[in-house]
């Protein structure tokens, strides 16, 4: 804001509005009087803060590291750690190994679900395209072992985590179509090689889910509905 005063030339000379009151000069006109202390003094307070050139930097910490070598890799980040895969594969494959549960209760359906479409292809190589079969009996027994299981626990029980160790279980299935692919099992030998299949399944099954949920003196009760599942499979398999 300034103010105006017009001379005699008629030229216009504009003056800040830092003045400290008027005064009329000898030819009559009104005039401001202008101190400059005060106007240096008064600060509009419609003027934004000057700036000062600092650049700003984030002062929270880095999540996984302050490099970018710290960081995790992009699959562990997409949740597929190949490590924790072959972990789980090991301890199905050796049903007396103890199982980590803190490593089983991780939500894991990339291993389960290769193998369901491993299952489907051998059986499909045996002449059987029982793929439908294979993905509506998963279902339906994972949303089956989760009510029950909710049941029988005390802890939180997770519905991935049952698909998880469900489907990771489904490896010595996924060996005896294997087999069938080259040798029949409508025998002696298929029969047996059939239950010693569920036997391991349901075994691997109920170890781990009696780590992961504290249930130690149930496994026989979650042995039995594993082994009615994998028993379906097993009559995929077979016939």
């Known amino acids: 804001m300034c103010f105006l005063r017009m001379g005699d030339s008629q030229q216009f000379d504009f003056y800040q509005t830092g003045y400290s009151g008027y005064y009329v000069d000898n030819q009559g006109r009104t005039v401001a009087f202008y101190d400059r202390d005060e106007a240096q003094n008064t600060q509009d307070p ?34 597929i750690d190949f490590d924790h895969m072959w972990q789980k594969t090991l301890t199905v494959l050796n049903p007396f190994k103890p199982a980590d549960g803190s490593i089983m209760n991780e939500t894991d359906l990339t291993g389960p679900i290769l193998f369901c479409i491993a299952l489907g292809v051998t059986l499909m190589m045996a002449g059987k395209v029982h793929f439908g079969y ?42 005896l179509s294997a087999f069938a692919v080259f040798y029949s099992l409508q025998g002696v030998i298929g029969t047996v090689l059939a239950l010693l299949a569920i036997c391991w399944c349901s075994f691997s099954a109920s170890k781990i889910f009696i780590s992961t949920l504290a249930m130690h003196e149930q496994q026989l009760l979650v042995f039995y509905p594993c082994a009615l599942l994998y028993g379906l499979f097993t009559l995929l398999t077979v016939f």
């Open 134 to 175: 294979v993905y509506g009996i998963s279902a339906i027994a994972c949303s089956g072992m989760y009510i029950l299981l909710s049941l029988m626990s005390s802890l939180t029980v997770s519905y991935g985590c049952v698909a998880s160790v469900l489907g990771y279980c489904l490896l010595p299935m996924l060996v």
């Open 46 to 79: 419609f003027m934004e803060q000057q700036y000062t050139g600092e650049v700003y930097q984030p002062t929270h910490a880095a999540t996984y590291g302050e490099t970018p070598e710290d960081e995790p890799p992009l699959l562990v980040e997409l949740g």
